[in-house]
Nanobody, 123 residues
Framework: QVQLVESGGGLVQAGESLRLSCAAS????????MGWFRQAPGKEREFVAA????????YYADSVKGRFTISRDNAKNWVYLQMNSLKPEDTAVYYC????????????????WGQGTQVTVSS
């Protein structure tokens, strides 16, 4: 299993940007897809973005497409989520996830989870 630690959350105003980072450790020699989920209070967990092991393919929820960008640096075992043009509805706890199967992540499932980082967007 992979251990994940997120950083970079915070409070911003609508229209501003944030970059979330996620450091992976543990069984990082095994190939795995990575992604981001989010969950707002009183709402269901939501898929945000995913990226394949090689980084050649990325996937996004419709709600963030064109505003968020996921990327990874396998040499340093990091994955990032660049969030631009943030909206109040983006407010949530964001979780970094990893799984050998990309399809599990796009179906809001994953073997490994980080502890989450709070993103709050004020209007």
């Amino acid at each position: 299993q992979v251990q994940l630690v997120e950083s970079g959350g915070g409070l911003v105003q609508a229209g501003e940007s944030l970059r979330l980072s996620c450091a992976a450790s543990g069984r990082t020699s095994r190939s795995y897809a990575m992604g981001w989920f989010r969950q707002a209070p009183g709402k269901e967990r939501e898929f945000v973005a995913a990226i394949t092991w090689t980084g050649s393919s990325t996937y996004y929820a419709d709600s963030v497409k064109g505003r968020f960008t996921i990327s990874r640096d396998n040499a340093k075992n990091w994955v990032y989520l660049q969030m631009n043009s943030l909206k109040p509805e983006d407010t949530a706890v964001y979780y970094c996830v990893a799984d050998p199967l990309l399809a599990r992540i796009t179906n809001i499932q994953a073997n490994s989870w980080g502890q989450g980082t709070q993103v709050t967007v004020s209007s």
